[in-house]
C-alpha cells in the first residue's frame, strides 16, 4: 500500500473513475453505495472532442494499491482495505472520486491481470 499525493496519469493509460457522493463523508460506504462510473482516457483538454464529458480529478492524497487477478476479486480486496489498512490508519475515505489505471493488455477476466486502484484518503481529525 502506498499513500500518494502525485500520480503518473500518463495518455498510455486507461482510467474507471466512480464518483461516490457525499454518502462516502458519512462513512456509510458499503456494497450498497450507489456511485457513477465512467471510462476515461488522459487527453489535453484542448484535444478533448467536445461530445465527451471532461472529468479533471482533484488533486490530494490517495491509497494506492494494486489489484492482481479478475475484476470479480476487487469487492474482496476493497473490502480488505477497508478493514484491515483504512480503519486501523490514520485516514479515512475523502469525498473525491476514486479511479483505477490499467494499460492496453488489461483483461478484467485473466488472473494476469494488474489494476491500480486510487482511493481518496484525508487524515483523521484528532480529537483531544
Request: charged share 25%; aromatic share 12%.
Amino acid at each position: 500500500m502506498a499513500i500518494s499525493a502525485h500520480q503518473d496519469l500518463s495518455p498510455n493509460k486507461f482510467y474507471s473513475i466512480s464518483r461516490y457522493g457525499k454518502e462516502i463523508a458519512k462513512e456509510s460506504f458499503s456494497v450498497d453505495t450507489n456511485f457513477e462510473k465512467c471510462a476515461a482516457i488522459s487527453e489535453s483538454l484542448s484535444n478533448c472532442p467536445s461530445s465527451f464529458e471532461k472529468i479533471i480529478l482533484d488533486g490530494g492524497l490517495y491509497a494506492v494499491f494494486p489489484l492482481h487477478g479478475k475484476a470479480t476479486n476487487f469487492q474482496n480486496v476493497m473490502q480488505d482495505f477497508m478493514i484491515n489498512w483504512l480503519a486501523k490508519s490514520a485516514y479515512r475515505l475523502d469525498v473525491r472520486a476514486h479511479f483505477e489505471t490499467f494499460d492496453d493488455s488489461y483483461d478484467p477476466f485473466s488472473e494476469d491481470s494488474v489494476e491500480l486502484i486510487h482511493i481518496p484518503i484525508i487524515q483523521k481529525e484528532v480529537v483531544m
